[in-house]
């Protein structure tokens, strides 16, 4: 199977958290978690990660529906959750959203040199995200203080609907002007970003080791034993294969070897 090169493409989309900062995706879970238990409902990280990458509102909306969390919700509530009850999510949510996304804001390895480095090798660099724009405001500036600044950038709720459908990617290319959309590469952490990148038809890379699959700090994943790390990153990978992506890496630092043919992935589409 031959593998992509700069060549390939004229625009890459990258995801932000667990892809270009944050490193294990943690401020959304930590956020949600917050949320939910200001409410009096205790959620488990791993429902929290379930439909990471969503608009957060859709977020919400998915993991109330989740049997174990309405059964929570109506422990605590006598009632399944309305749109009142998602509405009020929202309101705590936003705020601390914003804050956990300001903290958690640290490029990770190698993001602004891959971005720089695709720029200087002709192509434009777009981004989109789960978040909000109010949510983004801090996380533009200090990115751009560490060197990185996406030409554009798609956030949620301005698109009639967002991951895992392709609206964000098609938002970005029409107003860039680009196109085909097989000429287009998207990088992401989570499988609805995945998904969304295979259903607009473009070429998508997963990451396995940065975000919300393996959803550790880069201390913490360098920490594991060898053999249990590599056993969850190829989980990690398996994962991003059935989304739809066509390879997968462990994070953003490993774009440029792969596409210059230096390096191999950690796994491709058969």
């Known amino acids: 199977m031959r ?27 930590a956020a949600l978690l917050e949320a939910f238990s200001l409410q009096g409902v205790g959620i488990s990280e791993a429902a ?7 608009a957060k509102i ?13 059964e929570a919700w109506c422990a605590a509530h006598g009632a399944t959750a309305g749109d009142a009850d998602v509405a009020a999510i929202m309101k705590d949510l936003e705020p601390l959203m914003r804050k956990a996304a300001a903290e958690a804001s ?6 602004a040199e891959t971005a720089q480095a695709l720029r200087n090798a002709g192509l434009r660099v777009a981004s989109s995200t789960g ?22 950038l798609v956030c949620s709720g301005e698109t009639p609907k967002g991951r895992p459908t392709p609206l964000m990617i098609y938002k970005a290319c ?41 959803g550790l700090s880069r201390d913490a994943l360098m920490a594991l034993p060898h053999d249990e790390r590599e056993r969850r990153l190829g989980r990690v990978a398996e994962s991003m294969l059935n989304a739809g992506a066509d390879l997968v890496i462990d994070s953003i630092a490993d774009l440029l070897p792969v596409l210059a043919g230096e390096a191999s992935p950690r796994a491709a589409k058969a």
Not at 48 to 54: P, T, V
Not at 58 to 70: F, K, S, T, W
Not at 132 to 151: S, W
Request: proline share 5%; glycine share 10%.
């Open 131 to 152: 978040y909000t724009r109010e949510m983004m405001e801090a996380v533009i500036t200090a990115a751009a203080a560490q060197g990185y600044a996406p030409e554009h």
């Open 58 to 70: 859709e977020h919400v909306r998915a993991l109330l529906a989740r049997p174990e969390v309405d």
């Open 174 to 214: 029409a107003e860039l002007g680009v196109w085909p959309l097989s000429r287009v590469l998207k990088v992401d952490d989570a499988e609805a970003g995945v998904a969304e990148g295979r259903a607009a038809g473009c070429y998508t890379i997963g990451l396995a080791a940065s975000g919300n699959g393996m």
């Open 106 to 111: 640290e490029l990770i390895p190698g993001a």
């Open 48 to 54: 929290a990660r379930a439909d990471m990458g969503m």
């Open 3 to 29: 593998l992509p090169t700069h060549a390939d493409f004229d625009l890459v989309i990258f995801d932000w958290a667990g892809t270009m900062v944050d490193f294990g995706s943690r401020a959304p879970v």
